[in-house]
């Protein structure tokens, strides 16, 4: 059973902006703190933003002030805003629940390219 899909990945140039987004299973979505995840080649996969059931968002220093995550409960949906993208964000981007006991099956990830 395919839980978690992320799309929306592409190459762009620095600068410019791409919007991602993360279709969950309600299992998953209806419980969890959500999260952006970002594994650049040869790296671990990090957190890059999350946010809770209630709405409350957070991000990492890196992304502060051009990523804006939201979601749609309606629609099981997360959204990652990446606006002024750098070459540093490069990475294939994933979304799944914060808290390990809530995790999905990781999905395949989007890839985002940014050329400087």
């Known amino acids: 059973q395919v839980q978690l899909v992320e799309s929306g990945g592409g190459l762009v140039q620095a600068g410019e902006s791409l919007r991602l987004s993360c279709a969950a299973a309600?299992?998953?979505?209806?419980?969890?703190?959500m999260g952006w995840y970002r594994q650049a080649s040869g790296n671990q996969r990090e957190l890059v933003a999350w946010?809770?059931?209630?709405?409350?968002?957070n991000y990492v220093d890196s992304v502060k002030g051009r990523f804006t995550i939201s979601r749609d409960n309606a629609k099981n949906t997360v959204y990652l805003q990446m606006r002024s993208l750098k070459p540093e964000d490069t990475g294939v981007y994933y979304c799944?629940?914060?808290?390990?006991?809530?995790?999905?099956?990781w999905g395949q990830g989007t890839l985002v390219t940014v050329s400087s």
């Open positions: 946010i809770t059931t209630g709405g409350t968002t």
């Open positions: 309600r299992s998953i979505f209806i419980l969890a703190t």
């Open positions: 799944n629940a914060v808290r390990p006991e809530y995790r999905g099956v």
